[in-house]
């Protein structure tokens, strides 16, 4: 059984086995929960990311993939980025942004790690409405098989919290 909670905060200061990053398909980092990960972390990351950019990943990561790479300085072991749909009005783009949610999981589970915080994926520059973010965010977590017990999201304002709490009262 995975438990699931929500924080208020600064993820890159969460002390988890992994921490999920809100990346762009490039991987070497942006604004938002991206660019804080690469900050605190350090060189290290963006060196894991340009090696796989160099390797497997030479187009970048597809939107609704996941892949880790090890933390750097943060308070976790790894790093697992998954890349977010931007949301569309005319497109429903849903099975993309629980697909990050899935594969972040699976990637956590060959990983072996047992606690993963999570950022709203999408709902920042990539315009995802924060209310139906937080229904597939936790829905997909709720269903999905995953050996991980600990799901923190953590979200960084009172706003992103709200949402996200009045979703997981449902």
Not at 114 to 127: E, H, L, N, R
Request: a neutral charge; aromatic letters at 6%.
């Amino acid at each position: 059984m995975t438990a699931i909670s929500l924080v208020q905060g600064d993820i890159t200061q969460q002390r988890v086995d992994a921490i999920v990053n809100a990346a762009n398909s490039s991987l070497l980092g942006g604004g938002g929960v991206d660019g804080a990960i690469h900050r605190r972390g350090g060189p290290e990351i963006l060196a894991a990311c340009r090696a796989l950019r160099a390797s497997h990943y030479g187009k970048g990561l597809g939107v609704g993939q996941a892949v880790a790479t090890p933390a750097g300085r943060l308070d976790a072991r790894w790093v697992i980025h998954t890349v977010g749909p931007v949301w569309s009005a005319t497109e429903d783009r849903s099975a993309q942004l629980a697909s990050c949610y899935r594969e972040s999981l699976r990637v956590a589970d060959e990983l072996g790690a047992v606690s993963v915080a999570f950022p709203a994926v999408s709902t920042g520059v990539y315009g995802w409405p924060l209310d139906d973010g937080g229904r597939i965010a936790l829905e997909t977590v709720r269903d999905s098989r995953t050996a991980v017990a600990d799901v923190r999201f953590v979200l960084f304002d009172e706003t992103a919290y709200a949402a996200f709490a009045r979703r997981q009262q449902e």
